[in-house]
């Protein structure tokens, strides 16, 4: 049966990322998932679990080098780390099979574990510090899949073998009618909501939401998702921003489906970046207006179905917009999601597996 290696940038969650959203649409391969391990004083996951019928995750005894880690105790974690793959590899009968990277740091196993062929799996840009291991794993890769046509062109010095693999979505859980109020919208205050998918961090900025929120206090903000205590504290004072925190991802598309317009911001440490961010094609599935705060720098991924803006008063203008917008580009929306089903996205993957001989 065919064999593949996942080394993840994240750990399996319940709110599955890109790497799992793939990866569990492979079912014809045995996969085994190494994730990093936890902070310090979070408790380790059980070893070799079942997260799907044909996956089976383990977590990574110690964290990997940096790119700027050259001492002694960094290569013996990296040892460490090595020869813990290489026994679970032994102990699933692993031998030579596909190796799945998704980090530049994954670079560092190429001369030490043995595998038919490997994939980077470009989902972000990385910083430069990041540059010489990145360029190492994408000249090693037999294909290199990229989130943008920002992230090819950054790669393409290294590799003529790059593959455009967008964010996508499962457009089946946005198939229902019309969805009963889910915990989180509740007793909100306001006949007009606007809601956010995300973490709410010192990553984000927050000087458009606040300046809207501040301007238009009869409309209710919602952020869905984790939120830091400085981000949250930065909020305070605003009563129509409300922060859910986590919310289920059985109950998110009924969520989404409840607001009237969604939005997303900019992240600080993504300047200059085109990836289009897998809440974003969520959005698009749930047919409602967007509104987005992007950067001025990167041309607009879909100007026909983002209301997009630059700083906080051309996001009140963006949000105004797409309560006024055309009905009819709800269905585009929705097509649009269809064609960007993760299941398609998947296909790709294993259709070029097969072009290139890895499966």
Request: aromatic letters at 8%; charged letters at 25%; hydrophobic letters at 40%.
């Amino acid at each position: 049966m065919k064999q593949l290696l996942c080394l993840s940038y994240a750990p399996w969650r319940a709110r599955a990322n890109r790497t799992q959203q793939l990866l569990a649409r492979l079912g014809d391969a045995r996969v085994l998932f190494i994730e990093p391990p936890p902070p310090k004083g979070v408790p380790r996951p059980e070893q070799g679990r079942r997260v799907r019928e044909h996956i089976t995750a383990y977590t990574l005894p110690v964290p990997l080098p940096g790119p700027r880690e050259q001492s002694l105790f960094a290569r013996r974690r990296l040892d460490r780390a090595a020869d813990f793959l290489q026994k679970t590899m032994a102990k699933h009968r692993f031998q030579e099979p596909v190796l799945w990277c998704t980090a530049p740091v994954h670079a560092q196993f190429l001369d030490r574990l043995a595998y038919r062929g490997a994939v980077y799996d470009c989902h972000r840009y990385w910083d430069e510090s990041f540059l010489e291991l990145e360029s190492d794993l994408t000249r090693h890769a037999e294909v290199v899949f990229a989130a943008s046509f920002g992230l090819i062109r950054r790669l393409s010095p290294c590799s003529d073998n790059i593959a455009l693999l967008p964010n996508g979505v499962n457009p089946l859980l946005f198939a229902q009618g019309e969805p009963p109020v889910p915990p989180a919208l509740q007793n909100l205050p306001g006949r007009v909501i606007l809601g956010r998918v995300g973490a709410v961090t010192g990553k984000v900025d927050l000087e458009p939401l606040l300046y809207a929120a501040h301007r238009r206090p009869e409309w209710t903000f919602v952020l869905m998702g984790r939120a830091t205590k400085p981000a949250a504290q930065q909020l305070q004072g605003q009563d129509n921003i409300i922060l859910t925190g986590p919310v289920n991802s059985l109950d998110l598309p009924d969520c989404l489906c409840r607001c009237d317009v969604l939005f997303d911001l900019a992240r600080l440490d993504r300047r200059d970046s085109d990836v289009v961010p897998a809440a974003i094609y969520e959005y698009f599935a749930a047919g409602k207006p967007v509104a987005a705060v992007t950067d001025p720098n990167v041309p607009d991924p879909y100007p026909q179905l983002i209301h997009s803006a630059y700083d906080g008063a051309g996001f009140l203008r963006a949000c105004r917009d797409a309560l006024d917008e055309d009905p009819s580009l709800s269905a585009q929306r929705r097509a649009f999601a269809q064609q960007s089903s993760w299941a398609e996205r998947a296909a790709q993957v294993a259709s070029i597996f097969e072009a290139v001989g890895l499966f």
